[in-house]
């Protein structure tokens, strides 16, 4: 039963501190997307990549966060420096184009 | 603003009973999903309807689409206390992949 797995599933940091999150998509899935999601905003997309190029990264705040697909089996979400207000649990999800996305676990990031 | 829009935003019924939920959304679309999310995890895909598809039916769940009126609705029929969940729609424009979601309706299904 292949799934998106994502790690770590929950991380607490200081401000300042860098944040890496992991994401290893379903094999055979050319898309990958990163989603935040927050009680304030809801679920928002912050980039996502087709065939490991960034295809629409307009939902990230680009002077601290970067997206990328190192290889076709991970992908990365970075934050430096992280902020209080960046507190929120992280999603990625995969897929092909036009069809059903499937969603990781999440990250539950807190920045104190 | 916001693609998909839920209505209502929560809703409360009883076991067994029939459970509605709405979607309006603005531009024209490609196909429109409905999601689920349980309390603290990921999205699980339940159901995707394409623009020149009226209704589709999955188990309990029945959706339609009504592209004239830019709507969906998704039905649970004969509910469960373990429907109980937020539920998302999703829309994804012709452009393709990138969908954006509503705000949620969460469903509460009493026992």
């Known amino acids: 039963d292949a799934r998106v797995t994502q790690t770590p599933r929950d991380k607490v940091t200081e401000m300042g501190q860098e944040v890496t999150m992991r994401c290893q998509p379903i094999l055979g899935h050319n898309t990958v997307f990163w989603y935040r999601q927050t009680m304030m905003q809801g679920l928002e997309l912050l980039a996502y990549f087709r065939n490991r190029a960034p295809l629409d990264d307009s939902?990230?705040?680009?002077?601290?966060?970067?997206?990328?697909?190192?290889?076709a089996?991970?992908?990365t979400l970075k934050i430096q420096p992280s902020e209080p207000r960046d507190s929120a649990v992280y999603f990625c999800a995969s897929g092909n184009r036009g069809d059903t996305q499937y969603f990781g676990p999440g990250t539950r990031l807190t920045v104190l | 603003s916001q693609q998909g829009e839920e209505d209502p935003q929560a809703l409360s019924i009883q076991e067994g009973e029939n459970a509605t939920m709405n979607c309006s959304y603005k531009t024209s679309i490609n196909n429109l999903q409905w999601y689920r999310q349980n309390s603290g995890r990921g999205l699980v895909h339940l159901i995707?309807?394409?623009?020149n598809e009226?209704?589709?039916?999955s188990g309990r769940l029945r959706?339609?689409?009504?592209?004239?009126k830019k709507s969906s609705s998704l039905l649970i029929t004969a509910s469960r206390a373990a429907d109980t969940a937020s539920y998302?729609?999703?829309?994804?424009g012709y452009s393709g992949s990138r969908l954006t979601?509503?705000?949620g309706t969460q469903l509460t299904v009493n026992p």
Request: charged content about 30%.
């Open chain 1, 59 to 71: 939902g990230m705040p680009k002077d601290r966060f970067s997206a990328e697909m190192p290889d």
């Open chain 2, 48 to 51: 995707l309807i394409r623009s």
């Open chain 2, 101 to 103: 979601f509503g705000e």
């Open chain 1, 73 to 75: 089996t991970l992908a």
């Open chain 2, 88 to 92: 998302f729609c999703a829309t994804d």
């Open chain 2, 63 to 68: 959706v339609t689409l009504d592209t004239s």
């Open chain 2, 54 to 57: 009226r209704e589709k039916h």
